[in-house]
């Protein structure tokens, strides 16, 4: 099973890929079809004005007048669908040869119009000059039927489709074997650097254990110690909790980027939350904080009990962390259509906006310069989030400087269970 970030990873590669190539072959596409038409169209215009400048070099002049021969490549014109038409200078209808078409007043300020809409002809006007004075005596037009023009066009259109299409779906089974290729070392490297870190984080929780029980035992047997060796023993005391935590904290992260999903069973949210809140009952009253809690009963959902509790204690922790005396943590979970929604609200410094976007990433804090007995180590909104996305659900957070900030979990219902 691949893993849900890279899975992620590759369905928005293959999109940009497609969506990359669907407009460079679709303004392809368009660039070839201007072309084509405009070349098409100039084709046979030009045909229409040899044709009509032929005729117009073959008519006889009588008095002045025109006379128009009879049938006058007759059956020429009606196999090619078109109609040849003389003129008299004042626009008169002389004549009409080829293929019968009904009466379009003559429009002399055109050399090239079309006409007509469901059934469109292509109309050429040429004028008649006599040889000798240039004196016009008349007009000849030739119109042509532009039915199998718009069906060659029409033809023309279906295989750019057809091309279109074929070529997006290649491009598509093209770039899921490439992204495939290209994502495999990103992903190897990915999982021996999990694997290195859960390995690392497990090996050196022994020794931490170690050191931590002696320091303990040392400090518990501390007569005859002096009072600075006391205070070493402390601290290595101290920092070997603070690396305990750190490390545990990686552990999780670690097994939460793991492809298999996590030991799953189903957990009533609204009991395990009630536990946290009584844990933490404390803490909060000795901290002057009013700790308030509501929720509707039987929240079924299926997921990890130990990380989601551990999710919502980092998140009830950072509540009470970042709320100065006198401010106020509640947390409510509702009953939503397929979700179960928890909300941990705090009335404390709040989140900068430039910082919201950053809270979730590993190590980040938005004051590095504290120590992590003050604060984190900057995991913990990490790991909640890691926690959640891997139970199939999400995180918002909204918030502003001292007002305070609310955290909303969106967890899937139990379907069974619903
Ligand atoms: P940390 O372990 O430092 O608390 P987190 O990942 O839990 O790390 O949080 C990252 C940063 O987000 C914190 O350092 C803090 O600046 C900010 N933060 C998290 N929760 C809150 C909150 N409820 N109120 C104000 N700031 C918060």
């Known amino acids: 099973m691949s893993n849900p970030m890279f899975s992620h990873i590759r369905r928005r590669l293959l999109l940009s890929n497609l969506l990359v190539f669907a407009v460079v072959l679709g303004g392809f596409a368009i660039a070839v079809r201007v072309v084509f038409v405009h070349n098409l169209r100039e084709q046979l215009t030009n045909r229409l004005i040899a044709v009509a400048q032929g005729a117009a070099a073959n008519v006889d002049i009588e008095n002045g007048h025109l006379k128009v021969e009879e049938h006058f490549f007759s059956h020429e014109l009606k196999k090619q669908a078109e109609t040849l038409e003389w003129f008299s200078p004042d626009g008169r209808l002389l004549k009409q040869q080829g293929k019968n078409i009904p009466y379009i007043p003559l429009n002399t300020k055109a050399l090239v119009t079309i006409h007509g809409n469901d059934s469109p002809l292509l109309l050429v006007t040429l004028p008649i000059l006599q040889e000798e004075t240039k004196e016009l005596i008349g007009y000849i037009r030739i119109s042509q039927e532009l039915d199998e023009f718009n069906e060659t066009i029409g033809q023309f259109d279906t295989g750019l489709i057809v091309g279109v299409i074929t070529g997006i ?47 303990e035992v040392a400090l518990k047997y501390d007569e005859g110690m002096r009072p600075e060796d006391r205070e ?24 939460t980027d793991r492809q298999q999903p996590m030991s799953m069973r189903t957990i009533n949210l609204s009991e395990t939350l009630g536990q946290l809140i009584q844990l933490y009952k404390l ?16 929240l079924l959902l299926r997921g990890d009990e130990v990380a989601l509790m551990r999710a919502f204690t980092n998140l009830l922790q950072n509540a009470l962390r970042y709320t100065p005396e006198g401010g106020k943590v ?8 397929h979700h179960i929604q928890v909300t941990i609200t ?25 120590h992590y007995i003050d604060g984190g180590a900057g995991l913990g909104l990490s790991i909640v989030q890691a926690v959640v996305q891997s139970h ?3 995180i918002d957070v909204k918030s502003q400087v001292g007002q305070g900030s609310s955290f909303t979990v969106r967890l899937p219902l139990s379907h069974s269970l619903t």
């Open 232 to 255: 070493v023993l402390g601290a290595i005391a101290s920092a070997t909790d603070q690396m305990t935590r750190l490390i545990d904290d990686l552990l999780i992260l670690a097994r």
């Open 392 to 394: 199939g659900g999400s």
């Open 283 to 298: 803490q909060a009253q000795q901290q002057q904080i009013s700790l308030e809690f509501s929720s509707d009963p039987q």
């Open 169 to 215: 779906l290649l491009s598509a089974v093209g770039s899921l074997w490439l992204n495939r290729q290209a994502m495999q070392p990103i992903e190897a490297s990915f999982e021996r650097l999990r694997q290195f870190t859960a390995d690392a984080s497990h090996e050196l929780r022994s020794p931490l254990m170690a050191i931590s029980s002696n320091a």
């Open 330 to 337: 509640s947390v409510t979970a509702k009953r939503l259509m």
């Open 346 to 370: 705090d009335t404390g410094i709040g989140i900068a906006p430039e910082h919201l976007s950053k809270i979730f990433e590993r190590f980040w804090r938005a004051d590095p310069s504290r």
